[in-house]
């Protein structure tokens, strides 16, 4: 048998495990020119949760009743296809499902010698890739500089953070526990951390990490910390907004104070990105993370969930941060 | 005897008539290298107010009990300096006096004869090379694209929309008055206008005006119409950020809906635009304005009060929206 997860609910707020089914169904055959996968790893992230509201965006919205998809690394169990061969490891956006066959459209190989099947998810895939490509459009990063992330023990932010040193940057992580933050210190080199959970004052405790203010702001999470970043920001400085966890699971407009006077004073830059808007700089990009991780100048911090059955919960848990880097759930 | 116009108090709120405070002193002499120059026009900007708080800014605040200085044409009267003579016309950021001195640093002669003198401190001058500048860096707007301006009749706005049409967009207007919208449809060739202070539902007004959606938003005024224009924003649009009238007087901190998720969601760009820091596009900018004023393509409006004694009144109006197009003191 196949297990399958559905869409059942579209959450009200924060998602719970009931807006999930899980389904069987008979074991799929590859047909002519298809292949069959069996997913070995599948990455839960929190845009996912955007896609679970019946609004357009981006990306379509998931249909009610039909499997969820993310990113999946799979194996190659069946194939009818001359491009692929029994045993090879794929990744692309696939549906949660233990078994499904494809035509091999939108998947490319990945090959297990040279990194982790995970890091394929993870610094090597769309994460790795965000961080990237957004500091190249939009950071804009010069030696010297003050880099702020928030979410930055996360998959993206710690990728964020090491490219910031990998720039010359003095580079600041905001996260939500002192084992995070312990984490990008020593993992990761950040120069400092703040903890927002403990810190009153988020606006003074960046001016205090940041003494030269702070000239890019990487923002994953949105609300009061961008606020607080925002009171801190330099003449020219970018904000680069890849993320606003802390709204994504609110149902009342959330309010906050107007930017608008900031940006004109300051002459900021803030905007809005998706890498999938910028597919043909994967290759080269793609190229330049992995160097850096064999020369040891990157490296990666993932939290493994095992078990089909587990992957609504791991996605669940990304809101109560739980996972240290990223969150993958291997099958 | 010299008049001289200084400011008195820091405006709490809207600024008032006894913020200022007219002195009077001896009539300067042209020392060595120098040349006294006699006021002709005066600019009046919204960006002053900002400049009257104790407040770290893009330019220095105004001193208390020392002249206001905005961008004035003066004409010389005497000089001791080879590179001006008598009866030249200049343009600079100058002090709200009647006769000053200077050594000419920082001035720019300007032709009476290619242009009328107010001009240069209009459609030639900051206000005109603010949106055409602005449009180029951020507003990149491509033909048959929508965009929408904010504070449309203005000195900035008007221009704005003349060259939204100029590069072949669809241009709609907001303003306060029918009055206005009528001179931004027939003067200015706008498509559509919406009359802010009659209108309810500002976001199904500009959806209305804007069938295909808002790909840039010059913004002039910030607050609830920012908001609306959000509302509208098409994926990948621009938002420049030229101005935020509608907040340079408050006293408690502006809240308003945050953009955060918009701005991930359908990756925005919004960026704050000071024309000082495009100096080096000055040149190429005002050729092209200047052409296309003489091939007709590009008008303005502009209100000129007479009278030294009416500058205060007349940066006052701005915020009542008194003026239609270029705000201008003639002595």
């Keep these: 048998m196949n297990r399958i997860i559905h869409l059942k609910n579209r959450p009200e707020g924060t998602p719970q495990l009931d807006d999930f089914e899980f389904i069987e169904e008979e074991k799929p055959v590859a047909g002519d020119g298809e292949i069959l996968l069996k997913s070995k790893f599948v990455s839960v992230d929190p845009y996912l949760r955007g896609r679970m509201r019946d609004?357009?965006?981006?990306?379509?919205?998931?249909?009610l009743n039909e499997p969820v998809e993310s990113g999946i690394i799979a194996e190659i169990v069946e194939s009818n296809n001359d491009n692929f061969k029994k045993g090879d490891f794929v990744n692309g956006m696939l549906q949660w499902k233990e078994f499904q066959t494809s035509t091999?459209?939108?998947?490319?190989?990945?090959?297990?010698?040279?990194?982790?099947?995970?890091?394929?998810?993870?610094?090597?895939?769309?994460?790795?890739?965000?961080?990237?490509?957004?500091?190249?459009?939009i950071g804009n990063l010069k030696n010297g500089e003050t880099l702020l992330v928030s979410g930055a023990s996360g998959a993206v932010g710690s990728t964020v953070g090491q490219i910031g040193k990998i720039k010359g940057c003095h580079v600041v992580g905001i996260a939500g526990t002192d084992e995070k933050l312990k984490l990008m210190k020593d993992t990761f080199g950040f120069d400092k951390g703040i903890n927002y959970k403990t810190t009153d004052d988020m606006k003074k405790a960046i001016a205090e990490a940041c003494p030269e203010g702070v000239d890019v702001y990487f923002d994953n999470v949105g609300g009061e910390i961008l606020d607080a970043a925002m009171q801190n920001i330099n003449e020219n400085g970018r904000v680069i907004n890849c993320g606003a966890i802390s709204l994504y699971n609110k149902t009342e407009v959330p309010m906050g104070p107007r930017y608008e006077g900031i940006m004109v004073k300051?002459?900021?830059?803030?905007?809005?990105?998706?890498?999938?808007?910028?597919?043909?700089?994967?290759?080269?990009?793609?190229?330049?993370?992995?160097?850096?991780?064999?020369?040891?100048?990157?490296?990666?911090?993932?939290?493994?969930v095992?078990?089909?059955e587990n992957i609504?919960?791991?996605?669940?848990?990304?809101?109560?941060?739980?996972?240290?880097?990223k969150m993958v759930v291997k099958i």
């Design 266 to 304: 300051k002459t900021v830059l803030m905007q809005g990105f998706l890498v999938r808007q910028h597919a043909k700089e994967f290759g080269p990009a793609t190229k330049q993370l992995a160097e850096w991780l064999n020369e040891g100048k990157l490296t990666y911090e993932e939290t493994i």
């Design 306 to 308: 095992e078990g089909f």
């Design 104 to 137: 091999g459209k939108g998947l490319n190989k990945v090959d297990p010698e040279k990194a982790s099947l995970s890091a394929y998810l993870g610094v090597l895939g769309l994460t790795g890739l965000t961080a990237y490509i957004s500091l190249e459009h």
């Design 55 to 63: 609004q357009k965006s981006y990306v379509e919205p998931f249909r």
């Design 312 to 325: 609504p919960q791991a996605f669940l848990d990304l809101f109560n941060g739980k996972n240290k880097g």
